[in-house]
Structures are given as structure tokens and as C-alpha cells.
């Protein structure tokens, strides 16, 4: 993911160090422009003052220099004066002005000058590597704070860029630590103009939001009462018929399996509808998965011994957080489930253990544990192909059969998968360690 | 010594941070077009560049060895086969990426597209930075030249990076149509360069023939001016290329031009521009 900061950052201090650097390189070639004059200039006023010099005219003298200049002074075509360091031959042509030449092993800048009033040629010369030397260290001196400024402008720009980004930073805490079922404005105290549209923006959305949730509320608990009471009123009936009539008559069966089907089908609806991650956050505390799974084989047990079923639970006390109800309808669903597809005397198994952390989300070396809900069956199993699609809605396994099993409307286990994502919880569905059948696991993360 | 410095650091650390941009560039572009089917973690450009610079280490170091091979002419044959080596990745490279949206997995082809950026990147950082080694440890020893060498060197790579750091941001604030398109052409460019660069060192090792030169442009552009050195840098500019340098140099870029890499942008143009 891009970050703003690290986007501002660096191409802030970019184009400050491009431009600065290409101003240092371009204050590098005119000052050595600069000092390449003003060596020049100080050639010509020294060969102003040699050309004075008072020396004999009966023997040529030699006046010692330090090795970055020489002298020579001529008159009448023959060599007058001149440093220890210059040789005896001609330094420059007898026309004035500057030029280079070699001598000694170096190059070296001449400048040529005739002094009118004595007759005499004065030739001066610098070494050019000295003067480069001596000019660039100069030039680089200055260039030196610059290039010791950029780690230090490097940091301030990254304290005033993240200072900058405070406010954005501040309130994206705020809306990240806000509670799912918290639907209060945003109070942004630290204001600034460019967040005060996101924020007036997020306060509409949080508003809308909520009129929509309390109106969605209000519907599920009208519908629930609009819906169940009629419900009631049938089953009544349908209990006053059987009174009168002959209940093993296919109609009848048909009308009283048809009945509870639709209560079914409406109770797992609304369920399915008011399970909201708001509800959840608010009911969510530390729960025994062990305990709530008796509870619920012991509800459910007249169903598994209708069908003569053999049904075990294993494990041990577990504690997960999560929403007591919530979870009750999970493993209630599972177990309704187990109960449905299995045949008449088959077998059950319900087991809670306790495994260390190997999903997707599991951090690497840390000792993570995990609480693995397991209800497998040695029923018939789901083809690998259906498997996926068992999670969705409506899907029954039977659906192709025009004889269901029993009352059920395909969102049982949509609502196992729903509760486990409330729980933040992993669903599998793999085959069963018996002889057949399938086997729903559900890894909860186990409370530190 | 400093402007030499600031020349030869430049050229090299440009060259890099180029290739570095572009390609860190069609990493995120391919994240946003393919989404999580084909998509590449950056992180490859950090083990490139470590193991880059250990590479130029080792490879300077043992540049005295090295060009002591075939008959004298080692280092001009190592550094060719870095660039052509470099030239087949980028060409894989451009050959692997998915010519059209396609649903699925694609880890086998991510995963060859991450190695061949890494390599490409890597051969670069080995190649440019021995160089750089080569000539730091060369001249700095000298009395003098130690402060206008440094000071050069840190103008030079403060120049160089802060071009690739700029032209990665400013293609990532192109249009993807748009940030596809230059980074292309840049990558065309790069191609083709290395094909040229590969040429050359091949005939100064006499190992190809001398071609006649295609043209000569150093009256109006000499390579060894700062802008010579830049567009080198840039494009492999060159004022007297050679015929087979140039023939290299246009098939480096026609190989690119005629990759799926190449038509990626074409048959997405709409949508692309919608998703930005």
C-alpha cells in the first residue's frame, strides 16, 4: 500500500536535493571561472613587479621562488633574470597575453608582458595543477555545508510532514478504535479545513447508517411478531385437527410438515437478518463451547434417539469470546444438521480440543492456540464438488429430492458460517475420520 | 577531480535508479490491472539492491583477476555478458506478463516476473557499482583527491537517485494508460541500450567485427559533456554508434515492442483509464 508520508517525504527532499546539487554544480563552474580570473589577475600584477626588479646587466641572476611560480625576464634577446625553477629557454613567445607550456613536468599558465620604460620582456608562470588544486578546495569548502544541510533538512522534512499528517493520522485511530455498533458522530478536536469534509461526509454516512439499522431493526421485530402469530395460530389449528381427523393421512402429514417448515424457515430468517456484528460486539464475553454444546446435544437428543442414533461428545472445557446466543444457534445448527443427513443408527461425534494456531492468520513463531469445534458423522458425506456450495443459501443437500428429510430451508449452515465470521472464526468442511460422512470443524481463537 | 566525481557516479547510479523506477513502477501497475492474480511484492527491490552491492563488491574486487580472461579482454567480456544477460531477463520479462485479463491464479508467472525484475536489477547494481568501486578506490587513495572525490560522488548519486525518485513518482501520478505507455517506451529505451552497450564491448574485445559508424553527432552533442553523459545515461546515447550497435540497439526495442508487455496496452485502454 502507498503511504502519503513516504510519497511526500521523498519527493520532497528529491527535488530539493536535485536542485540544490545542480545549484552547487552550476556554483562550482562559475566560481572556478571566477578563480581561474582572479589567478590571472595576480600573473599580471606579479609580472607588473618583476618587471621592476633591479638586476645587474653583466650576469644573469637567479632569485629563488617556491615551486608554483617562475619568472624570467629578457632584454635584448638574452636571459637578465629569472627563478631557480625556470629554465634557461623561452617561456612564451615574446607576444603579450596568456598562454600554457611545459616545463619541468607540469603544465604551467604564462603570461607575457614588455615593460616600455626598461626594455624589457617579463614572463610569468603559475603551475596549473596547484592553482586547479587550490581554487577547487576553495569552491568545495562551500559546497561542504550544503552537502551536510541535506541529512539534516532529510529530518526536519520528515518531522514536518508527520507532524502534517497528525490530524489525518488522529482521525483514522478514531474511526479504527470505533466500536462496531458505535454510532455516534465523529468529534474531530483537532480540526483542519482539508479533514473538515471528510469528516462532515463520514458524520452523514455514520447517520444514514444508523436510520437504516434502527429502521432494518425495527422491521425484523414487526415481521417476527407479524409473522410468528400467525404461525402459532396454524399450529393450533392444525393441533385442534389432528383431535379430529385422522393424522397419518398423507394430507395432513403434508399440511403439518408444510407448517413447520415455514416456522423454521421465518425463525432462521430472522435470524439470519438480526445477527448484525453490532449485536455481536455488544453481547460478546467469554463463553464455555464445552458447556454450550452439552447444553444443546441435551435439547437436541429426543431427535437423535428418534433416529437411533449413536451420538458422543469429547473434550474438555474450552472458553472462546463470543455471543452465548449466537453460538448456541452455531453448534445447534451443526448438530440439527448432523442429526438431518445422518441414517437411522448411525454415528456422531461432537469434539472440542484444543490445537495450536495453523491458519492463514496465525503468526509466524508465536504459540497461538486455537479451539477446534468438530461434528463429524458417518452419514453419506458431501461430493468434494458440493462442498462449497453447502454454505450457501437455500442449498440443501436433498434440494434434487422431492422428498425432504424433514423441515429444514437450506440456511442452516449459511448461518453457521455467518456466526463463525462474526467470531472471526475459520469453517471447514472435510471428510470424516470415520468409514463416511463429513466433518465440520470450526477454529475459534482461544482466549489468552 | 570533482566534476569527474559528480560525472561518472551520476552516469552510473542514474542508469540504476532508472531501471529501479521503471520496473518498481510496472510492479504497482501490474498490481492495480491484474489485481491479486498478478501481483508482485516490492520487496524485490530490496534483496536486488543488497545483493547487488555485494555482487560490485566482490566483482571489483576481483576485477584485476577478471580481466586477466580471455587474452587480456575479461572485463570487457564480463561486463557485455552482464548486459546481455540483463537484455534476456527484461525479454522474459516482457514475454511472461499475461497479454490479456485472465482469471486464476497466476503465481507461476508472477513469481518469474519478480525473479527476472531482481535479476535485472541485480546485474544493473553489480555492473554500475563495481564501476563506481573501481574508480573510487582507483583515484581516492591520491593525495587530494580524497574530499572533491567524495563530494563529487555524493552529488552525483544525490542527483541520480533523486531522478528515479521523481520519475517514479511522477509516472505513478499518470493515468495507468499513460504510466504504461512511458514506462514502456523508458524500458524500450533500456532494452535497447543494453543490446548497444553489449555490442560495444564485444568489438573493443575484438570479439565482434568493426562496423562502419552510422553517424557521428559529437560536433553537435560530444558524449563526454554533462549532457552526453545524462542522455547516455537516459538513452545510451552515443555520438558515433556503430551499424551493428544500432541494429542491436533497435531490436532490444523491437523485442520489447512486440511482447505481451508491449500489447498489454492496448485492449485495456478504457478500463484502465476507468480504474484510476
Redesign the interface.
Known amino acids: 500500500m502507498?503511504s502519503i508520508r513516504l510519497?511526500l517525504i521523498?519527493?520532497i527532499?528529491?527535488?530539493l536535493?536535485?536542485f540544490n546539487?545542480?545549484a552547487?554544480?552550476q556554483g562550482?563552474?562559475s566560481s572556478m571561472e571566477e578563480a581561474e580570473t582572479l589567478f590571472d589577475n595576480q600573473m599580471l600584477d606579479l609580472a607588473r613587479l618583476v618587471s621592476n626588479l633591479d638586476v645587474s646587466n653583466s650576469n644573469t641572476t637567479e632569485i629563488r621562488l617556491g615551486n608554483d611560480l617562475a619568472f624570467q625576464i629578457w632584454e635584448d634577446g638574452s636571459l637578465l633574470a629569472a627563478s631557480s625553477n625556470a629554465p634557461d629557454e623561452l617561456l612564451q613567445n615574446f607576444t603579450p597575453g596568456f598562454e600554457f607550456t611545459n616545463f619541468n613536468g607540469y603544465r604551467w599558465r604564462t603570461f607575457s608582458r614588455f615593460e616600455p620604460s626598461l626594455n624589457r620582456w617579463v614572463i610569468v608562470a603559475e603551475r596549473t595543477d596547484l592553482r586547479f588544486?587550490l581554487a577547487?578546495?576553495v569552491v568545495?569548502q562551500s559546497?561542504?555545508p550544503l552537502?551536510l544541510g541535506?541529512p539534516l533538512v532529510g529530518l526536519l522534512i520528515w518531522v514536518i510532514v508527520s507532524h502534517g499528517l497528525k490530524p489525518l493520522q488522529q482521525l483514522s485511530t478514531e474511526l479504527k478504535n470505533k466500536r462496531a455498533n458505535d454510532l455516534s458522530p465523529i468529534h474531530h478536536t483537532d480540526s483542519r479545513v482539508e479533514l473538515d469534509q471528510v469528516i462532515e461526509s463520514t458524520n452523514g454516512f455514520i447517520q444514514r447508517l444508523g436510520r437504516v439499522m434502527e429502521r432494518e431493526k425495527r422491521f425484523s421485530a414487526d415481521a417476527a411478531h407479524e409473522l410468528r402469530t400467525p404461525i402459532s395460530a396454524l399450529k393450533i389449528q392444525l393441533h385442534n385437527l389432528s383431535e379430529e381427523i385422522d393424522t397419518n393421512h398423507d394430507s395432513f402429514l403434508a399440511l403439518q410438515y408444510g407448517v413447520e417448515r415455514m416456522q423454521h424457515l421465518i425463525e432462521q430468517l430472522l435470524w439470519l437478518y438480526r445477527a448484525t456484528p453490532e449485536q455481536f460486539v455488544a453481547n460478546c464475553k467469554a463463553v464455555d463451547l464445552f458447556k454450550i454444546t452439552q447444553d444443546q446435544l441435551a435439547i437436541l437428543y429426543p431427535g437423535f434417539e428418534k433416529k437411533a442414533q449413536q451420538i458422543e461428545l469429547q473434550g474438555d472445557s474450552a472458553f472462546v469470546e463470543g455471543d452465548q446466543f449466537a453460538l448456541e444457534k452455531l453448534i445447534s445448527n451443526l448438530l440439527r444438521n448432523a442429526n438431518k443427513y445422518t441414517q437411522e443408527g448411525g454415528k456422531i461425534v461432537v469434539r472440542i480440543e484444543e490445537l495450536e494456531a495453523a491458519g492463514e492468520d496465525a503468526v509466524k513463531g508465536s504459540a497461538e492456540k486455537e479451539i477446534c469445534l468438530t461434528v463429524e458423522d458417518n452419514g453419506p458425506g458431501i461430493a468434494e464438488s458440493d462442498r462449497v456450495r453447502v454454505f450457501d443459501r437455500f442449498y440443501r443437500a436433498d434440494s434434487q429430492d422431492d422428498t425432504p428429510l424433514s423441515p429444514g430451508c437450506g440456511l442452516g449452515l449459511t448461518i453457521v458460517s455467518h456466526i463463525a465470521e462474526l467470531h472471526h472464526a475459520r469453517v471447514v468442511l472435510e471428510e470424516s475420520s470415520m468409514e463416511s460422512g463429513c466433518a465440520f470443524k470450526v477454529y475459534f481463537k482461544k482466549i489468552s | 577531480m570533482f566534476l569527474n566525481a559528480v560525472i561518472i557516479v551520476l552516469q552510473e547510479i542514474l542508469e540504476a535508479s532508472l531501471l529501479i523506477s521503471v520496473l518498481l513502477v510496472f510492479t504497482q501497475l501490474f498490481h492495480k490491472i491484474w489485481g491479486k492474480s498478478f501481483s508482485l511484492k516490492t520487496s524485490w527491490v530490496a534483496y536486488s539492491i543488497i545483493l547487488g552491492i555485494i555482487g560490485a563488491g566482490l566483482y571489483s574486487h576481483y576485477t584485476p583477476q577478471v580481466s586477466e580472461w580471455f587474452d587480456y579482454v575479461g572485463q570487457e567480456v564480463v561486463n557485455a555478458s552482464i548486459h546481455i544477460g540483463s537484455l534476456i531477463l527484461l525479454l522474459i520479462l516482457a514475454f511472461v506478463v499475461p497479454s490479456k485479463k485472465i482469471t486464476g491464479k497466476l503465481m507461476t508467472r508472477s513469481r518469474l516476473t519478480t525473479f527476472c525484475m531482481t535479476g535485472v536489477v541485480l546485474l544493473a547494481i553489480i555492473r554500475e557499482g563495481s564501476e563506481i568501486m573501481q574508480y573510487v578506490g582507483g583515484i581516492a587513495g591520491q593525495s587530494g583527491n580524497f574530499t572533491p572525490i567524495v563530494f563529487g560522488g555524493i552529488i552525483g548519486a544525490g542527483i541520480g537517485l533523486s531522478i528515479g525518485v521523481l520519475l517514479y513518482y511522477g509516472l505513478m501520478s499518470l493515468s495507468i494508460k499513460w504510466a504504461y505507455r512511458l514506462g514502456l517506451i523508458l524500458l524500450m529505451l533500456i532494452a535497447g541500450n543494453m543490446g548497444s552497450q553489449a555490442v560495444l564491448l564485444l568489438t573493443q574485445a575484438d570479439w565482434l567485427p568493426f562496423t562502419p559508424i552510422a553517424w557521428n553527432t559529437s560536433a553537435l552533442l560530444a558524449e563526454d559533456s554533462i549532457l552526453g553523459h545524462l542522455l547516455y545515461a537516459l538513452i545510451g546515447y552515443e555520438a558515433t554508434p556503430s551499424i551493428l550497435q544500432l541494429v542491436c540497439y533497435l531490436s532490444g526495442m523491437i523485442m520489447i515492442a512486440i511482447s505481451p508487455l508491449f500489447r498489454k496496452v492496448q485492449p485495456h485502454n478504457q478500463s484502465l483509464a476507468g480504474t484510476n
Open positions: 502507498r510519497f521523498s519527493s527532499l528529491a527535488t536535493v536535485l546539487f545542480l552547487a554544480l562550482y563552474q588544486v577547487e578546495n568545495l559546497i561542504f552537502l541535506i
